[in-house]
Structure formats: structure tokens, C-alpha cells
């Protein structure tokens, strides 16, 4: 099974830290990283993809758990 999921966030430390926690989890990079302005804050934005062996793909899966 093929996961995909999309991390949002201000453009900060803890941004960087949730990107990096993902990569040591197994997710890897899908694309370029992507900012936007809200008015405010700089918004940042990566997609991450990860290969999970010998599962099968429902709609209750919880991405957090991967």
C-alpha cells in the first residue's frame, strides 16, 4: 500500500521538526516543499509519501499511525 499525506504548517522549527520526525518514520519526500503568506506568517507546506508491505488500503486508515 501507497500512503500520501500533505504537512502543513508556519514556516518554523516545528514545521521542520514534524517534516524530519516523518522522514526518520519512513515517509519520504514527494515533490518540492511549498510556501504561501497568510497575511501573517509564512505557511509551508510538503508532501510525503511511504510503501507499507503486506497492508491493504481502507478508508479508516489513521496516517498518523504510519
Known sequence: ???YRLVTG???EGFCM???????DGWQLHGS???T?????P???QALVKDVPDEEFH????LRSY
Do not use: C, E, H, Y
Not at 37 to 41: A, R
Not at 59 to 62: E, F, R, S, V
Open 43 to 45: 505557511i509551508a507546506g
Open 18 to 24: 514534524r517534516v524530519s520526525k516523518s522522514l526518520n
Open 59 to 62: 478508508d479508516g486508515i489513521n
Open 1 to 3: 500500500m501507497k500512503l
Open 10 to 12: 508556519p514556516d518554523d
Open 37 to 41: 503568506f497568510n497575511g501573517k506568517t
Open 33 to 35: 516543499p511549498t510556501i
